[in-house]
C-alpha cells in the first residue's frame, strides 16, 4: 500500500534526524521501540486521538483539496518538526527516566594514547568525558603515568581537555604508595618515620609526591651523590645540561645522617644508628638517569640491612636461600609500574619504567652470577593491587556522588564512602568499562582482574595509541590480553558501553 505524500515525508523526516542526533547508537531493541507506536502517540493531536482513524482520513483528504500546494507542503514541514520534538523528547526523556535509578556502572580510562596524545585531546574525549560527567556517570582516570602532585597532575588535565576533574577520581601509577605509609610493609607497619629513597624523572618532584603522602624522610639519589661525589665518578644528565646552558645543577638537601664511608663493618648498633639507613626505595615514575640511579640502587640491594656503602657478608652464600642475595634487612624495592613502552610524540612507541626495570634487572642477574632473580615490588597495570585500589577509589568516588544526589542518605553515604575507601563491598559497582591503549597493561589487568565485591571488569581496546592494528596485529591480542571489544577511539568505546547498558548516547 502506498503511504501518503506527508506519512513518507515524516517518516523520511525521522530516520533522518535520528541519524544525526546518534539513536544508532541504541540496542537494536531500543531503536525499534522508539519508532512504535507507543512513543509515537503522544505527539498527535489530542482530538485527533478521539476521532475514529476513518473519519480524520476523509478530514485530511477534504482539507488538503482545498489548500494550495505551498500551504501543504508548510503544513507538511511543521507537523515533521513537531513530530521531531516529540520523538526527540522521548528519547531524552527515556535517558531521564534512566536517570532517576543511578547507573550500576562506570568506566576506567587510561590517559595517554585514550584521553590525550602528548599534550592534545584527542578527537571525542572532551565530549565523552562531559557526556558522563553531565549524566553523573561515574569514571576514573587510571593511568601508569605519574611524576606529578595528583593535584597538579589533575589540573593540567582539565585544562588541556576542558572538563572539571578531581582528584577524588584520579590515579597515578603511584598514587596507591601513600597507602604504605602508616601501613603494608615487610614488618606490616608503614614508612611515615623512616627514611626512604625515591626516584623518577625529577628528583624533587618525587620527593614532593612522597612527602605529600606522608612519607616524612626521603632521600634521593641526586642528596647520596652531592654527598659522596665518588658514589658515581662520571657525569650525570644535570650536569652536562648544565655546562651547556640547558639546565640547572641537582637540586640536593643535606643526607639526614653520614653514609659508612669504610671497607669495615659497623661493629656496633651506636655505630649503626648513626649511619644513613634506608628502609625501601620507590621508583615513583621513568627514572632520567639511569646509570646513577642503577649504581645506587644496586649499592643499597647489596648493603647490609641498608646502610648505604655497606656489603652484606650473607651476598652469595650457597647455603642460604637465595644464595644470600637480598636476605640480610635490605630495603624493600618498590616499582610504580612495568610499562616497557608508552606513546609519546615520536611516532614509534618509547622506552617506559619497565624498560629501566628490565635494565636494573640484567645488571642484577651479572651481579649475582644468575643465582637469584631480582626481588621487587611491581604495583601500576595490569598488577591486581593497582586494580584493588582503583576500585575501592571508584567506589568512594560513586557513593559520594550517589550522596550529593540524594540517592544516599547523608550519614550513610559518609560511612559508606569511608568504607569503600577500605573495602569495596560496599555497595558494588555492578560493571567497570576499562578503556586503555595498551593490552600488555590496560586489557591484561581489566580481564584478570577478580573483584572482591564482585564487579565485573570489561574491557575496550582503542587504537589512537600504542597498539597498532598496523604493526602488531591482531595475534598479541590473546589469553588475559584480549579485550571485550576493539574500538577506534574513546568515543566509539563509552557509546558501545552505553549501548550495552541499554543507555541513550546523545552525544
Not at 507542503?73 to 520523538?87: D, P, Y
Not at 574525549?125 to 589533575?154: M, Q, S, Y
Request: with cysteine.
Amino acid at each position: 500500500m502506498l503511504l501518503p505524500v506527508a506519512s513518507v515525508y515524516l517518516l523520511g523526516a525521522i530516520f533522518s534526524a535520528a541519524a544525526v542526533r546518534g539513536v544508532w547508537a541504541l540496542p537494536s531493541s531500543t531503536l525499534g521501540a522508539a519508532v512504535t507506536t507507543q512513543h509515537l502517540a503522544p505527539f498527535s493531536l489530542q482530538q485527533q486521538q478521539q476521532q475514529p482513524h476513518q473519519q480524520r482520513q476523509r478530514q485530511l483528504s477534504t482539507h488538503s483539496r482545498s489548500r494550495r500546494p505551498e500551504a501543504i507542503v508548510r503544513a507538511q514541514k511543521r507537523n515533521a518538526a513537531g513530530l521531531l520534538r516529540g520523538f526527540n523528547s522521548s528519547a531524552k526523556g527515556k535517558q531521564r527516566e534512566a536517570l532517576r535509578d543511578p547507573p550500576s556502572f562506570a568506566f576506567a580510562f587510561d590517559i595517554d594514547g585514550v584521553l590525550l596524545h602528548v599534550s592534545k585531546p584527542i578527537p571525542g574525549a572532551t565530549e565523552t568525558l562531559r557526556f558522563l560527567n553531565e549524566h553523573n556517570i561515574p569514571f576514573i582516570l587510571l593511568t601508569n603515568g605519574g611524576g606529578k602532585l595528583e593535584a597538579d597532575r589533575v589540573k593540567d588535565l582539565s585544562e588541556k581537555l576542558g572538563v572539571p576533574l578531581a582528584t577524588d577520581n584520579f590515579v597515578q601509577s603511584h598514587t596507591p604508595f601513600r597507602e604504605l605509609v602508616d601501613a603494608g610493609g615487610p614488618d606490616g607497619k608503614g614508612f611515615r618515620d623512616k627514611t626512604i629513597l625515591v626516584t623518577g624523572s625529577d628528583y624533587e618532584k618525587c620527593r614532593s609526591i612522597a612527602e605529600s603522602y606522608g612519607f616524612q624522610n626521603v632521600v634521593t639519589p641526586a642528596d647520596i651523590l652531592a654527598a659522596h661525589r665518588s658514589v658515581f665518578p662520571f657525569a650525570v644528565v644535570a650536569d652536562v645540561e648544565s655546562s651547556a646552558g640547558d639546565g640547572d645543577k641537582l637540586a640536593t638537601r643535606p643526607l639526614p645522617k653520614p653514609l659508612h664511608n669504610t671497607t669495615a663493618a659497623p661493629a656496633t648498633a651506636a655505630e649503626r644508628a648513626g649511619l644513613l639507613k634506608i628502609d625501601a626505595m620507590f621508583v615513583l615514575n621513568d627514572p632520567r638517569d639511569w646509570a646513577l640511579d642503577i649504581q645506587v640502587l644496586a649499592d643499597l640491594l647489596l648493603s647490609e640491612q641498608g646502610y648505604m656503602g655497606t656489603y652484606s657478608s650473607k651476598n652469595g652464600n650457597a647455603s642460604l636461600l637465595n644464595h644470600g642475595w637480598q636476605r640480610d634487612g635490605q630495603p624493600t624495592l618498590y616499582f610504580s609500574n612495568a610499562d616497557l613502552l608508552w606513546a609519546a610524540a615520536y611516532h614509534l612507541p618509547r622506552f617506559g619504567q619497565g624498560a629501566f626495570q628490565a635494565a636494573l634487572a640484567g645488571v642484577w642477574h651479572r651481579l649475582t652470577n644468575g643465582t637469584a632473580p631480582l626481588r621487587r615490588t611491581v604495583i601500576g597495570k595490569p598488577h591486581a593491587d593497582t586494580y584493588r585500589f582503583a576500585e575501592r577509589v571508584l567506589t568512594a568516588h560513586r557513593n559520594d556522588t550517589l550522596r550529593r544526589l540524594g540517592h544516599l542518605p547523608e550519614q550513610a553515604a559518609e560511612s559508606q564512602c569511608a568504607a569503600a575507601a577500605a573495602d569495596s563491598n560496599s555497595n558494588p559497582i555492578a560493571a567497570v568499562y576499562m578503556v586503555g591503549d595498551n593490552p600488555e597493561s590496560d586489557i591484561a589487568g581489566a580481564n584478570g582482574h577478580v573483584s572482591d565485591a564482585g564487579t565485573q571488569w570489561l574491557s575496550a581496546l582503542v587504537r589512537t595509541g600504542v597498539w597498532s592494528e598496523e604493526r602488531d596485529g591482531h595475534g598479541v591480542l590473546t589469553g588475559v590480553k584480549k579485550p571485550t571489544v576493539v574500538v577506534p577511539d574513546v568515543k566509539a568505546a563509552v557509546q558501545w558501553a552505553l549501548q550495552r547498558e541499554g543507555w541513550y548516547a546523545d552525544f
